[in-house]
Nanobody, 127 residues
Framework: QVQLVESGGGLVQAGGSLRLSCACS????????MGWFRQAPGKEREFVAA????????NYAESVKGRFTISRDNAKNTVYLQMNSLEPEDTAVYYC????????????????????WGQGTQVTVSS
């Protein structure tokens, strides 16, 4: 069983930055595509960003392009989400997800594509 633990959430003012981290327990972490999703109250979980095994491919939601950056450190079994220029609309619980299928070009953007999920970390952006 793969465990994912997110950290780094918190309260920030609009225009500020946060960096989320997700530690993964998988032995072969470098063979997992990793993704970040978010869910605001009353809304469905939505895609934010994804990264392939080695990081050669990244994928972003249109709403975060140019503001968020996903990266990974396979030596540390950790994926990151750097969030800049935060807006109140970014307020949500952010979830990390992992999936071992696909290739090093695989960075899926859909909830069903991921097998493992973390418990989430709250991000609140005040106006």
């Amino acid at each position: 069983q793969v465990q994912l633990v997110e950290s780094g959430g918190g309260l920030v003012q609009a225009g500020g930055s946060l960096r989320l981290s997700c530690a993964c327990s998988a032995r072969a972490f470098s063979n997992y595509a990793m993704g970040w999703f978010r869910q605001a109250p009353g809304k469905e979980r939505e895609f934010v960003a994804a990264i392939s095994w080695s990081g050669r491919r990244t994928n972003y939601a249109e709403s975060v392009k140019g503001r968020f950056t996903i990266s990974r450190d396979n030596a540390k079994n950790t994926v990151y989400l750097q969030m800049n220029s935060l807006e109140p609309e970014d307020t949500a619980v952010y979830y990390c997800a992992a999936d071992a299928h696909g290739t090093d070009w695989y960075a899926p953007a859909t909830v069903p594509a991921y097998e493992y999920w973390g418990q989430g970390t709250q991000v609140t952006v005040s106006s």
